[in-house]
């Protein structure tokens, strides 16, 4: 059986397709003669070896002659499509040559057919349209010839992956293609393949059996049409797209649909269900109609009629923060500025102003966030720009913001007893008493105020805060804490251990009333002196109250010590024959004496006796224990004092609520002396030791130089002291005498300048026994600021303060006596500038447009000066679809804290990142476009006594997600990501 087709060959004939490039004839095709320079022919290549002679050289076609093009630098016969050969010749593509060669007709021109591998004018066509009715086309030779045509011959066809024998026509329709092989005997269609490159063009190679079956290859995008691509199933499809790198330039994918589009111009030229934002087709978060408000110039102006103002119901998209424009007008104004969502999202709320300095900023866990700009007694005006930011989802984030102008601060005048806005200068409330009232008081914006009330275990307690109002007659509302013992001053309302008013209601003359009111037992209260501290509902509020606070003790039942019955002076303990007290038939002097193990009880006073000598001061120390032996606070008001022979009370009396608590006595006469611990008003038993120091009589106390020459008792006439840099300034042999100044004690007033900023640290050396037993504190007041900057009012041998940035002005030190007694003491001053420190290899990197760039494979050592004020600036751009780790160290332990704020590609602030032990990391997912970031790192915290100009860190900018792996191995750290 003959096949119906065959194989041609394609003889190159390489005289009919070049010319030479040393000659000038312009003829294309055919075997041309030229001469080379002194004689020769060309070869078929156009150049004259024999002559010795280099070809042309060209850089393009214009450089050659006609008929010729540039190939490599040498000019040759060539075209470059079929209108540079002479008919029937055609151009070939891969030689560039002019051939009159042919696998079919369509490759000849008009007139032409193909006619064993040439192309023949006047040949027929082979479907007889050429020929006579009685004639058909002779495919071997292309001559029309008399007759019928031939049977058409069959062959094996491949459809798929079997084989059979077909006429051609048959083979076509049927979807196969001819085979060469002889026979369909062993299925030759069925070819074994490894994978796609070893099978025929418009065939791909199976995963499962390897065998080449039509259809497209989906690594090669050139098997399917236009508009199409390969699919799962090996056919071509409809083309989806994913990223906006998939599209045409000037358009973006969208990605619901898998379309490519151009930018929209509005919601009608996008499909149904979908709107236009940000010139893109989407339905997956619709911004509010403030939008477009993404950056302070399209901010939103936010007018603050009648002094408040709603910015939003806002909705915020994701990576597209909201800016709204407010402004103040009269300077001491102040903004306060709310955030609040109904979801758990954690946003983020910052204040800019005019040049684009952040002034302030508020990023709390959760979406709830306030700023109150500026600080009492500023007085900035003019335009300021609120940032909304946060990892919004998909859909959007709803959000609430109110800003409301407060009045200037001045409006609040401070109550007598201020300082009293931190623990330590709170104001004692239950002095003997199971009931006071704190009337005439006054919270100021951001002041909160102080209030001491010791309690028992389960004491009953009733507070009651009466809210009287401002001027204003807005931004009143006040409320209150019940802290426990040791709380600082910021500490959490909402903690667990902390109480709030469960309470309110209208007093007799309409004010609010906000109570707390426990019943005995409960099981909040335990023993120690709890803080009540009055704020403000938030930072802005302010106005007059009064406070109540009542007390039911517990009463819980006391054992007897064995000192007992010892409830008077005539039944007093005698310490006098305790091992170590009696020396001589007086007490020892010069060392502690202690003795333990005695119980204070509810209704009960515990005396003891010892004696002493003619002009003796004593001092006793009680030291309350809980029920394992620890120091523990006193459950209640417990006092300890020093009674002589006459039964009067001497010097001071110690009521403090403990765990130590001190009575210092006046000079004593000679003979007996008793020392009487008081749990009258305790609220139940405990156990405490008593500790015994006796200072011998002693000199008169004589006035220091500075009161003899000008007393400087107060402030106005205080001593001037030169206190020089690095050059600590000793002032020894200083006294103060309590009689200089009667009740109440004498009073040292001295004064310096500093040039600043540095390290102050003053030092008051004296000992308990010394020329007297006074108890000296030590104040140091900054010129003109209100209170004291820091003091150490400790019952202790000596004090010490310390001003870390002490800043250049005029200083105050004030020495007291607690209880107006006398004392001698040294003091020095050590005052030590801070050195501005040196630059880092990365400066001047303090703005974001000087930021440093930081790419993968990125590590230095930095470090934050404290002076100059530094800020590191750093730029990492991510490649699409790369995890990059940003990472900072310490590279010494206790220079202080550092943190890192992270900004968009537009300066956008998007998150902070704190303190996390010894290191800071953040990783970065991929993103299919990229993503540009900038971090700013500085310093959150200088430690004053280690290394204080500048803390040291190391960064690393890292490929992959490598946090868990960067030393130090922080592995346990839940690292944030963006």
């Known amino acids: 059986m003959g096949r119906w087709f065959r194989v041609l060959e394609v003889v190159a004939v390489g005289a009919l397709a070049l010319s030479t490039a040393a000659c000038d004839d312009d003829s294309k095709g055919g075997e041309q003669p030229c001469e080379c320079p002194g004689g020769g022919a060309c070869d078929v290549d156009g150049l004259c070896p024999d002559a010795g002679i280099a070809p042309p050289v060209c850089s393009g076609d214009d450089d050659c002659a006609d008929g010729q093009l540039c190939d490599e630098g040498v000019c040759r016969a060539g075209c470059e499509d079929d209108s540079d050969c002479v008919s029937p010749e055609v151009c070939n593509a891969e030689s560039q040559t002019c051939r009159n060669t042919c696998a079919a007709d369509d490759?000849?021109?008009?007139?032409?057919?193909?006619?064993?591998?040439?192309?023949?004018?006047?040949?027929?066509?082979?479907?007889?349209?050429?020929?006579?009715?009685?004639?058909?086309?002779?495919?071997?030779?292309?001559?029309?010839?008399?007759?019928?045509?031939?049977?058409?011959?069959?062959?094996?066809?491949?459809?798929?992956?079997?084989?059979?024998?077909?006429?051609?026509?048959?083979?076509?329709?049927?979807?196969?293609?001819?085979?060469?092989?002889?026979?369909?005997?062993?299925?030759?269609?069925?070819?074994?393949?490894?994978?796609?490159?070893?099978?025929?063009?418009?065939?791909?190679?199976?995963?499962?059996?390897?065998?080449?079956?039509?259809?497209?290859?989906?690594?090669?995008?050139?098997?399917?049409?236009?508009?199409?691509?390969?699919?799962?199933?090996?056919?071509?499809?409809?083309?989806?797209?994913?990223?906006?790198?998939?599209?045409?330039?000037?358009?973006?994918?969208?990605?619901?649909?898998?379309?490519?589009?151009?930018?929209?111009?509005?919601?009608?030229?996008?499909?149904?269900?979908?709107?236009?934002?940000?010139?893109?087709?989407?339905?997956?978060?619709?911004?509010?109609?403030?939008?477009?408000?993404?950056?302070?110039?399209?901010?939103?102006?936010?007018?603050?009629?009648?002094?408040?103002?709603?910015?939003?119901?806002?909705?915020?998209?994701?990576?597209?923060?909201?800016?709204?424009?407010?402004?103040?007008?009269?300077?001491?104004?102040?903004?306060?500025?709310?955030?609040?969502?109904?979801?758990?999202?954690?946003?983020?709320?910052?204040?800019?102003?005019?040049?684009?300095?952040?002034?302030?900023?508020?990023?709390?866990?959760?979406?709830?966030?306030?700023?109150?700009?500026?600080?009492?007694?500023?007085?900035?005006?003019?335009?300021?720009?609120?940032?909304?930011?946060?990892?919004?989802?998909?859909?959007?984030?709803?959000?609430?913001?109110?800003?409301?102008?407060?009045?200037?601060?001045?409006?609040?005048?401070?109550?007598?007893?201020?300082?009293?806005?931190?623990?330590?200068?709170?104001?004692?409330?239950?002095?003997?008493?199971?009931?006071?009232?704190?009337?005439?008081?006054?919270?100021?914006?951001?002041?909160?105020?102080?209030?001491?009330?010791?309690?028992?275990?389960g004491d009953g307690v009733r507070i009651d805060l009466t809210l009287l109002g401002n001027d204003a007659g807005m931004g009143d509302t006040l409320t209150f804490d019940l802290l426990p013992p040791g709380s600082p001053a910021d500490a959490d309302p909402n903690a667990p251990t902390a109480l709030q008013p469960n309470l309110s209601a209208p007093d007799g003359d309409g004010n609010e009333v906000r109570s707390l009111v426990l019943a005995v037992g409960n099981q909040y209260v335990r023993d120690g002196s709890y803080l009540v501290r009055v704020r403000g509902q938030d930072a802005a509020q302010y106005g007059a109250y009064s406070l109540t606070a009542?007390?039911?003790?517990?009463?819980?039942?006391?054992?007897?010590?064995?000192?007992?019955?010892?409830?008077?002076?005539?039944?007093?303990?005698?310490?006098?024959?305790?091992?170590?007290?009696?020396?001589?038939?007086?007490?020892?002097?010069?060392?502690?004496?202690?003795?333990?193990?005695?119980?204070?009880?509810?209704?009960?006073?515990?005396?003891?006796?010892?004696?002493?000598?003619?002009?003796?001061?004593?001092?006793?120390?009680?030291?309350?224990?809980?029920?394992?032996?620890?120091?523990?606070?006193?459950?209640?008001?417990?006092?300890?004092?020093?009674?002589?022979?006459?039964?009067?009370?001497?010097?001071?009396?110690?009521?403090?609520?403990?765990?130590?608590?001190?009575?210092?006595?006046?000079?004593?006469?000679?003979?007996?002396?008793?020392?009487?611990?008081?749990?009258?008003?305790?609220?139940?038993?405990?156990?405490?030791?008593?500790?015994?120091i006796r200072t011998p009589g002693d000199a008169p106390c004589e006035d220091d130089r500075y009161d003899a020459a000008a007393r400087n008792d107060e402030q106005g006439t205080a001593s001037l002291l030169d206190v020089l840099h690095g050059e600590p300034l000793a002032v020894p042999g200083l006294s103060l005498c309590g009689a200089n100044a009667g009740v109440g004690g004498d009073t040292d007033w001295y004064v310096f300048t500093t040039e600043g900023p540095g390290r102050l640290q003053v030092d008051l050396a004296f000992a308990l026994g010394e020329n007297g037993a006074g108890d000296l504190d030590l104040e140091l007041f900054r010129d003109g600021a209100a209170g004291a900057v820091a003091s150490d009012t400790e019952l202790a041998a000596g004090a010490r303060v310390v001003v870390a940035d002490a800043p250049a002005d005029t200083w105050y030190i004030r020495v007291s006596s607690f209880a107006g007694e006398d004392n001698a003491y040294d003091l020095t001053i050590d005052f030590t500038l801070t050195e501005a420190c040196d630059a880092d290899g990365a400066e001047p990197d303090d703005e974001r447009g000087d930021a440093t760039e930081a790419g993968a494979g990125y590590a230095a050592e930095r470090w934050i000066c404290r002076q100059p004020a530094d800020v590191d600036w750093y730029e990492v751009a991510v490649p699409p679809d790369t995890t990059y780790t940003f990472h900072l160290a310490y590279l010494r332990d206790g220079d202080g804290w550092i943190t890192f704020d992270v900004y968009d590609a537009d300066g956008g602030y998007v998150t902070t990142i704190e303190e996390a032990l010894d290191a800071q990391c953040l990783i970065i997912n991929p993103r299919a476009g990229g993503s540009r970031w900038f971090f700013a790192v500085q310093a959150n915290t200088f430690r004053p006594d280690a290394e204080p100009d500048r803390v040291a860190y190391s960064v690393d900018v890292v490929a992959g997600d490598q946090c868990a792996a960067l030393e130090p191995l922080l592995d346990q750290v839940d690292w944030p990501e963006l």
Request: with cysteine; aromatic share 6%; proline share 7%.
């Open 550 to 692: 009542t007390v039911t003790r517990s009463g819980v039942g006391c054992v007897p010590d064995d000192a007992e019955p010892n409830e008077d002076s005539g039944a007093a303990t005698d310490l006098m024959a305790v091992e170590g007290f009696d020396d001589g038939g007086v007490l020892a002097a010069g060392v502690e004496l202690t003795t333990d193990g005695y119980s204070r009880c509810a209704d009960d006073q515990d005396w003891y006796r010892v004696v002493v000598a003619e002009g003796d001061r004593l001092t006793a120390r009680l030291n309350v224990v809980d029920a394992m032996g620890d120091p523990a606070p006193a459950s209640g008001a417990i006092a300890v004092a020093i009674v002589d022979a006459a039964g009067t009370v001497s010097g001071f009396e110690g009521r403090d609520p403990g765990p130590e608590i001190n009575a210092i006595s006046a000079a004593l006469p000679a003979g007996e002396v008793f020392v009487r611990v008081d749990g009258a008003r305790v609220a139940r038993a405990g156990a405490y030791s008593l500790t015994l």
């Open 107 to 457: 490759a000849c021109p008009d007139g032409y057919g193909c006619v064993a591998g040439q192309c023949s004018f006047g040949a027929c066509w082979l479907d007889g349209s050429t020929c006579a009715d009685d004639q058909y086309c002779a495919e071997d030779t292309r001559t029309c010839t008399d007759g019928e045509p031939p049977p058409p011959e069959e062959g094996p066809c491949c459809i798929q992956n079997r084989c059979e024998v077909l006429t051609a026509e048959a083979c076509e329709a049927e979807g196969g293609d001819p085979n060469d092989a002889a026979t369909c005997d062993d299925n030759p269609c069925a070819q074994p393949c490894m994978d796609d490159t070893e099978c025929p063009d418009g065939t791909y190679c199976t995963e499962g059996e390897k065998r080449c079956l039509p259809g497209c290859r989906q690594d090669d995008p050139d098997t399917c049409p236009e508009g199409q691509i390969c699919g799962d199933d090996n056919t071509c499809v409809d083309f989806r797209c994913d990223t906006d790198d998939q599209c045409a330039d000037g358009e973006y994918c969208l990605e619901e649909r898998g379309t490519c589009e151009a930018p929209c111009g509005g919601d009608d030229a996008c499909p149904d269900g979908y709107f236009c934002q940000d010139a893109r087709c989407t339905n997956s978060c619709r911004d509010s109609e403030a939008e477009p408000n993404d950056d302070a110039d399209g901010a939103t102006p936010v007018a603050l009629d009648g002094g408040m103002a709603t910015a939003g119901d806002g909705r915020l998209c994701p990576l597209n923060p909201d800016w709204f424009e407010v402004t103040l007008v009269e300077p001491g104004e102040r903004l306060q500025i709310e955030l609040d969502c109904a979801s758990g999202a954690d946003l983020a709320l910052a204040l800019y102003d005019e040049a684009g300095n952040r002034v302030a900023r508020s990023n709390d866990e959760g979406c709830a966030e306030t700023i109150t700009f500026p600080e009492a007694g500023d007085t900035d005006t003019g335009s300021f720009f609120v940032e909304v930011t946060g990892p919004a989802p998909a859909d959007g984030l709803d959000y609430t913001l109110d800003i409301t102008l407060l009045p200037p601060v001045d409006a609040c005048t401070a109550d007598a007893a201020e300082d009293d806005d931190v623990p330590a200068d709170a104001t004692r409330l239950l002095s003997g008493e199971d009931s006071t009232t704190v009337a005439d008081r006054t919270a100021c914006p951001a002041d909160p105020d102080f209030f001491a009330l010791p309690l028992g275990e």
